[in-house]
């Protein structure tokens, strides 16, 4: 709606009325033409209330003009109004039958769980300064049952399901592509309050027995399970802290330069990955990340395959082995101590299920 000036006085030409021409030039003003006796009397009642008008006319022409204005405005308005705002897409009025998909969330996940899953295409849910695309609608079902058993399944069965319904996040919303950073690197999920988690990649989620899929596709596969269980690490700690000694193992390195550090090199100073060289919080909920998914071989395979000598940093083999067997012992203790969990049990079952889909 265009915004109507009001703060402007409008600015009128007074035009006399002139009401007969052969008086027009004999008389100054109504009030000598009607005080003529030359004027029939059955004409000066008229005559006063032509007067009457005159005035009103003369006296109210600003008020008049602005009244014209402000009813001109308002049917331009009228005229730009929306009608059916309800048929407008994201205003509330996009509806949708429910589908397979839904009935599947609905069944597997928000019953149970007390989780919505937001698939239909929202920016608003995601960064609105990078470029994103929806998640394919055949990808929902397999990326979120494989998620539940994975993740969920796994958790209560080694603690219970009034955990998971406690702590588990309530709202995720998924895109299919990546989100790229300046800085070269892709964020593959993010967790906001413990409440709201965004997965991204989803369009290229292919697990064994699908047509295309092929063993590089496991890389995507386990990045997927990894960036859940980072997050939901971020969630239990948020919720009762880790023991402060984490911090000092390997504290001096932390870096925001780590997207510039390989795997390889992060594990010679004693992190799991380059990015747990990025905070301590982040290292300690990628130790359990990468312990769940890689399972304890995987995992005991990384710690065995730093090379002997020493790093760019000066951290020796044993000391880079050493301070990564700390980081595993205060986890495993953590789950212990904090959450009754036995997270070497828990291990085990992540990543069998792990393994069904890439092996």
Same mark, same amino acid.
């Given at each position: ?122 920016? $608003?849910?995601?960064? /609105?300064?990078? #470029?994103?695309?929806? +998640?394919?609608?055949? @990808?929902? &079902?397999? !990326? ?87 997050? $939901?690490?971020?969630? /239990?700690?948020? #919720?009762?802290?880790? +023991?402060?000694?984490? @911090?000092? &193992?390997? !504290? ?108």
């Amino acid at each position: 709606m265009s915004k109507i000036q009001t703060n402007k006085q409008p600015i009128a030409k007074v035009i006399p009325i002139t009401f007969a021409r052969g008086w027009k030039h004999m008389y100054p003003s109504y009030d000598e033409l009607i005080m003529d006796n030359r004027v029939p009397r059955w004409l000066v009642p008229l005559l006063e209330r032509l007067k009457h008008v005159k005035n009103f006319l003369v006296n109210h022409t600003q008020k008049i003009v602005f009244f014209f204005c402000l009813i001109a405005s308002l049917a331009a308005c009228k005229k730009d109004s929306l009608d059916k705002v309800d048929s407008i897409p994201g205003l509330g009025g996009d509806t949708w039958g429910a589908t397979p998909i839904d009935k599947w969330i609905n069944d597997s996940l928000t019953i149970p769980f007390n989780i919505a899953v937001k698939y239909k295409w929202d920016q $608003f849910e995601l960064s /609105l300064n990078k #470029t994103l695309v929806p +998640p394919k609608e055949d @990808k929902i &079902i397999p !990326v979120l049952s494989s998620i539940k058993k994975v993740w969920l399944d796994t958790y209560i069965a080694e603690k219970d399901s009034m955990f998971m319904k406690k702590y588990v996040p309530k709202f995720f919303a998924l895109a299919g592509s990546a989100s790229w950073n300046t800085d070269g690197t892709i964020t593959l999920g993010t967790a906001e309050g413990g409440r709201k988690v965004v997965l991204y990649v989803l369009n290229d989620f292919r697990i064994k027995g699908s047509p295309d899929y092929k063993p590089s596709d496991s890389f995507n596969i386990k990045q997927m399970f990894h960036t859940i269980e980072h997050e $939901f690490g971020h969630i /239990l700690h948020q #919720t009762i802290m880790y +023991p402060q000694d984490f @911090k000092s &193992i390997t !504290v001096g390195f932390y870096t925001s330069n780590w997207n510039n550090v390989s795997d390889a090199n992060a594990n010679k100073d004693g992190f799991v990955t380059a990015y747990a060289e990025s905070a301590p919080d982040e290292d300690f909920v990628e130790m359990i990340a990468m312990m769940l998914i890689e399972g304890k071989g995987g995992f005991d395979a990384i710690v065995n395959r730093i090379p002997p000598g020493t790093s760019a940093n000066n951290v020796t083999q044993a000391q880079a082995v050493n301070k990564l067997r700390q980081k595993e012992a205060i986890v495993v203790n953590y789950f212990k101590d904090t959450w009754g969990i036995n997270f070497y049990s828990l291990q085990t079952r992540v990543r069998a299920q792990v393994e069904k889909l890439i092996k």
